[in-house]
């Protein structure tokens, strides 16, 4: 009896294209992985264009990244428990109460928004100077946030919709918009930044006014499909924005009780990212060049174990929402076993071809050289971040944000940020000490997630939730 059981688990989890819950997996990781490797794509076109105007114009926008990242961050609260709410009502087929969440959400959203807005537009120059401006970079820096912040509203509202949509396992619709989007954007920098098609030519500013118009196009792609198509089985009516009064504080608490250790996991991965990049930075400008190059090439390598996060997230809220534990569990093993072949291909790749991709970002050799070296020393971590970022997502659906939030402040905190401090500023390792640093913060942070997620405690979850709201 115990061998059939077993056979059955393994037919569940087989890699064949014949497995119902293999396609499933790739129908929704597929459209995710498109749009995160084009937008990081796109971003890395975004700093080329800056980058040909001046050195301080590249050096302004790098200063605006990590602050406006730890912006961001404090909405992952909205987001994650946005779709892991939409996924347990989609799975008990209650479509009903998932559009309510995703009107509530965005109320939740239109007001957080404006906050942030104002509050980015103010705080400009104290954030800028926190940062360490020079004179030059700090009037381009201060206005290239100021602009970027007062379109902070569209992007969260963009966020929140694409969150609800994921959340149904709509992941095609996001990708067109978002995609779109982007691609604006990249024209709108060739307009704006250098003054084509009788524009003056903005420069930094133009490109910060590009991205403003670009989320704006984005989120009014994001309503329009929301309350005016019927792509969407959230679709919302118009009708019912006037109804539909006030925010309901028993939803807005269920959201927030599933997302804050989210939006808390991203601030600590966030502010260890700037000590990380500060500890290199006193390794002299060649080395901090080589490492930029790493850190960029890294994003996309983040982009095929986020598409399957997105999917374990998905398919495990859904999955417990029609209270199939055992389900959700097959998904998330089918999605984390698709994600290490995947993982370790492009490991393999950043083995083979090194330095021909290090080279694509210069023509200094010793740059390129020590930038090979930081891309063979990334591919070993590739299983560890595919892992954690997978199973961390499949804990995400389950509404257990607990533990990757724990996983992270270990990883970051307790293993990147001291131990490159060590092996860099006591061993003498360099960017080598750094980047293996990295690694091991990567296996830490997958060990302590595939603990939990073998725990089988996270099935529970949702059902501790819904008891305590009886």
């Known amino acids: 009896?115990?061998?059939?059981?077993?056979?059955?688990?393994?037919?569940?989890?087989?890699?064949?294209?014949?497995?119902?819950?293999?396609?499933?997996?790739?129908?929704?990781?597929?459209?995710?992985?498109?749009?995160?490797?084009?937008?990081?794509?796109?971003?890395?076109?975004?700093?080329?264009?800056?980058?040909?105007?001046?050195?301080?114009?590249?050096?302004?926008?790098?200063?605006?990244?990590?602050?406006?990242?730890?912006?961001?961050?404090?909405?992952?609260?909205?987001?994650?428990?946005t779709t892991a709410l939409v996924a347990w009502n989609i799975g008990s087929h209650s479509v009903k109460d998932a559009q309510e969440v995703t009107r509530q959400s965005l109320k939740m959203g239109l007001i957080l928004g404006i906050i942030f807005s104002v509050l980015g537009v103010i705080a400009a120059p104290a954030v800028i100077t926190f940062m360490g401006a020079q004179e030059d970079t700090f009037p381009l820096a201060t206005q290239?946030?100021?602009?970027?912040?007062?379109?902070?509203?569209?992007?969260?509202?963009?966020?929140?919709?694409?969150?609800?949509?994921?959340?149904?396992?709509?992941?095609?619709?996001?990708?067109?918009?978002?995609?779109?989007?982007?691609?604006?954007?990249?024209?709108?920098?060739?307009?704006?930044?250098?003054?084509?098609?009788?524009?003056?030519?903005?420069?930094?500013?133009?490109?910060?006014?590009?991205?403003?118009?670009?989320?704006?196009?984005?989120?009014?792609?994001?309503?329009?499909?929301?309350?005016?198509?019927?792509?969407?089985?959230?679709?919302?009516?118009?009708?019912?924005?006037?109804e539909s009064r006030g925010l309901d504080?028993?939803?807005?608490?269920?959201?927030?009780?599933?997302?804050?250790?989210?939006?808390?996991?991203?601030?600590?991965?966030?502010?260890?990212?700037?000590?990380?990049?500060?500890?290199?930075?006193?390794?002299?400008?060649?080395?901090?060049?080589?490492?930029?190059?790493?850190?960029n090439i890294n994003g996309l390598t983040f982009s095929p174990s986020q598409a399957f996060g997105v999917a374990s997230t998905t398919l495990v809220g859904q999955s417990l929402g029609?209270?199939?534990?055992?389900?959700?569990?097959?998904?998330?093993?089918?999605?984390?076993?698709?994600?290490?072949i995947v993982a370790c291909g492009v490991g393999l790749g950043f083995i083979i071809f090194s330095h021909p991709i290090a080279r694509l970002y210069t023509d200094d050799l010793?740059?390129?050289?020590?930038?090979?070296?930081?891309?063979?020393?990334?591919?070993?971590?590739?299983?560890?971040?595919?892992?954690?970022?997978?199973?961390?997502?499949?804990?995400?659906?389950?509404g257990d944000t607990t533990y990757p939030l724990i996983a992270s402040l270990a990883g970051i905190w307790g293993i990147r940020v001291v131990l490159s401090h060590i092996f860099v500023r006591i061993f003498g390792w360099g960017l080598i000490g750094a980047w293996t640093a990295m690694v091991i913060d990567q296996y830490i942070r997958s060990f302590i997630v595939f603990l939990r997620f073998r725990s089988d405690k996270w099935k529970y979850k949702r059902a501790l939730t819904v008891k305590q709201e009886e």
């Open 1 to 81: 009896m115990k061998k059939e059981k077993l056979t059955k688990e393994e037919k569940a989890t087989k890699l064949s294209l014949s497995n119902p819950l293999l396609k499933e997996s790739l129908r929704i990781a597929g459209p995710a992985f498109v749009e995160l490797v084009m937008s990081t794509l796109f971003g890395m076109v975004d700093m080329i264009m800056v980058g040909r105007i001046s050195p301080s114009a590249i050096a302004a926008v790098g200063l605006t990244n990590q602050p406006f990242n730890l912006l961001i961050a404090v909405f992952a609260a909205l987001n994650v428990g």
């Open 144 to 242: 290239y946030f100021q602009i970027v912040s007062s379109g902070l509203i569209f992007l969260v509202l963009n966020m929140v919709i694409t969150a609800a949509l994921r959340g149904a396992g709509e992941t095609k619709i996001p990708m067109f918009y978002n995609l779109a989007a982007n691609l604006f954007n990249v024209f709108g920098n060739w307009v704006l930044i250098y003054g084509k098609l009788g524009f003056p030519r903005l420069e930094v500013a133009g490109a910060a006014i590009s991205t403003v118009v670009s989320r704006l196009l984005g989120c009014l792609a994001a309503f329009y499909v929301l309350y005016f198509s019927k792509r969407s089985m959230l679709a919302l009516k118009y009708s019912e924005v006037k």
């Open 249 to 295: 504080s028993g939803i807005i608490k269920k959201i927030f009780s599933i997302g804050i250790p989210s939006a808390l996991e991203q601030l600590v991965i966030q502010s260890g990212l700037m000590f990380f990049g500060r500890i290199v930075a006193g390794l002299g400008t060649s080395v901090y060049a080589a490492h930029q190059i790493g850190l």
């Open 322 to 340: 029609a209270n199939d534990p055992k389900k959700a569990e097959q998904y998330a093993n089918i999605i984390h076993k698709v994600g290490l």
């Open 366 to 398: 010793v740059v390129a050289a020590m930038a090979g070296t930081v891309l063979k020393i990334m591919a070993l971590a590739q299983p560890g971040q595919s892992t954690q970022l997978i199973l961390s997502g499949a804990l995400r659906g389950a």
